[in-house]
């Protein structure tokens, strides 16, 4: 197998909180085989995937997105022995390939993350799909971990928001109990206008709860921070609406 090139690791910023560790020759991750079998899953380095990914997606009217990231941070906190970095992303690797569909686009996301790009594949199936391969990972492995899943079409998103969408459902999903496997929906928009309400930037926090009720009208939590933030900016008329 060829390497992850150093620095690899910086094509694409992480989740705030999940940062990911640089690239070292102590612990390479391995992307792709040299003479891949034509039936099994490769995974790309990720600029590779990215090239891939902006083609397919433009082709595709129905497609889903999904990071799968490894808790490295909790297995290191709850084992003493040290922790072989690459083996384990190599394994967890494996098990992608014997889950995952033959024709999934996959792709590097850090030193211990992984990005698949599926065609006419709906959230619902998306989650039936991934859920199983958590788990898997997680009796395999004994070490949890959290996927992200964005899909298109959703509101008034383009195919080119799939992987910003796919960050903040990643986020989403870090918080969920068990099985951490989330859909980009009304909660994840929640959480990231949560997000951007304290970083001190209520306008745009208010645009990403009006988006939040517009997937969910009956987002309860979504309506009461939109009204602290319109009463924030002294919009308190049309925060009691």
Request: hydrophobic share 45%; aromatic share 8%; charged share 20%.
């Amino acid at each position: 197998m060829t390497l992850l090139p150093e620095g690899a690791s910086q094509y694409l910023n992480p989740p705030d909180g999940l940062e990911t560790p640089a690239a070292s020759q102590d612990a390479p991750l391995p992307v792709i085989a040299e003479k891949p079998d034509a039936a099994a899953l490769i995974f790309l380095e990720h600029q590779a995937f990215l090239d891939k990914l902006a083609m397919r997606r433009e082709a595709n009217n129905l497609c889903a997105l999904t990071v799968l990231r490894l808790d490295i941070l909790s297995w290191a906190q709850t084992h003493e022995q040290p922790l072989d970095l690459s083996q384990l992303t190599a394994r967890a690797a494996e098990i992608c390939r014997q889950q995952l569909p033959h024709d999934t686009l996959a792709g590097l996301y850090g030193l211990h993350s992984f990005m698949f790009f599926h065609p006419n594949l709906t959230g619902d199936a998306a989650l039936t799909l991934y859920r199983p391969l958590a788990q898997a990972i997680k009796e395999t492995l004994n070490i949890d971990c959290a996927c992200g899943i964005s899909t298109y079409p959703y509101l008034d998103y383009r195919q080119s928001d799939l992987i910003e969408n796919c960050r903040k459902a990643l986020a989403y999903a870090m918080l969920l109990p068990d099985l951490k496997v989330g859909v980009f929906n009304s909660l994840a928009l929640n959480i990231s206008a949560d997000k951007l309400f304290s970083q001190g930037d209520p306008f745009e926090a208010i645009q990403e709860y009006k988006q939040a009720l517009l997937a969910d009208e009956n987002n309860s939590m979504a309506w009461i921070s939109l009204g602290v933030c319109l009463a924030g900016i002294g919009r308190k008329n049309d925060a009691r609406v």
